[in-house]
């Protein structure tokens, strides 16, 4: 006859295995959590679209213009007075203290008007720089903005149209083969692009800007 308490397991050792299944079951699915990776959007932006696109770029890049122009015309007035006292040189007899008086004088005007012209070229590659640097630092902003406003982790510069390859001659050759060497992104789906957004944003907030400026 068989023994039925031998077949019987005491209700502590089914506690005891029910617990133990119960936390070997979490530590499983913790593990599982911690280990799967967190999933990452990743959109670029394309710098030289955008600054083609951009009222605040246009408007500096006019100003500069303008200021450029200005300056032409100032040198212009200088050769211009330049060429005049050279021709009134000219008809003064060589050697007489007028002669060598005006010869001086041209000699300082010529000396001044190259001097003016390095200044001024000088200056305005400084503010075009400063204007690139201040709008980079808006496009940042913005691209910070229109990321965290969409839900963009990682926002990459999408350099593919600035280093396109071009081998017809040696020299582009070797530009390609540098630009090359500092290339960041192969390809970008269109649907990841936000250069639109971004641009969109910044010439809205120009625009008000310029708004708020009116009196």
Same mark, same amino acid.
């Given at each position: 006859m068989t @023994? !039925? *308490? !031998?077949k019987n397991i005491p209700l502590t050792t089914v506690a005891l295995l029910s617990l133990a299944l119960c936390a070997f079951t979490t530590l499983r699915a913790n593990s599982s959590e911690r280990a799967a990776p967190p999933t990452t959007s990743v959109a670029v932006v394309d710098w030289l679209t955008m600054t083609d696109q951009l009222d =605040? #770029?246009? /408007?500096?890049t006019m100003k500069l213009k303008d200021e450029e122009?200005?300056?032409r015309g100032e040198l212009e007035a200088l050769e211009t007075n330049i *060429? @005049?006292?050279q021709e009134e040189l000219g008809v003064l007899l060589e050697g !007489?203290?007028? &002669?060598?008086?005006m010869r001086e004088e041209i000699a300082g005007m010529i000396q001044q008007l190259q001097f003016k012209a390095q200044r001024e070229a000088e200056k305005l590659d400084m503010? +075009?720089? /400063?204007a690139q640097l201040q709008l980079y630092i808006k496009i940042e902003a913005a691209v910070s903005h229109i990321a =965290? +406003?969409?839900? #963009?982790h990682i926002v990459i510069w999408k350099d593919d149209a600035s280093k396109k390859v071009d081998t017809s001659t040696p020299q582009l050759a070797q530009q390609s083969a540098t630009l090359i !060497?500092?290339? &960041?992104?192969?390809y970008a789906s269109e649907n990841v692009d936000i250069t639109n957004a971004v641009t969109q944003y910044m010439n809205n907030q120009f625009s008000i800007g310029n708004a708020e400026k009116k009196p």
């Open positions: @023994n !039925s *308490k !031998s =605040e #770029w246009k /408007d500096a122009t200005a300056i *060429k @005049n006292k !007489s203290p007028q &002669h060598t008086e503010k +075009q720089l /400063d =965290e +406003q969409e839900g #963009w !060497s500092t290339r &960041h992104l192969f």
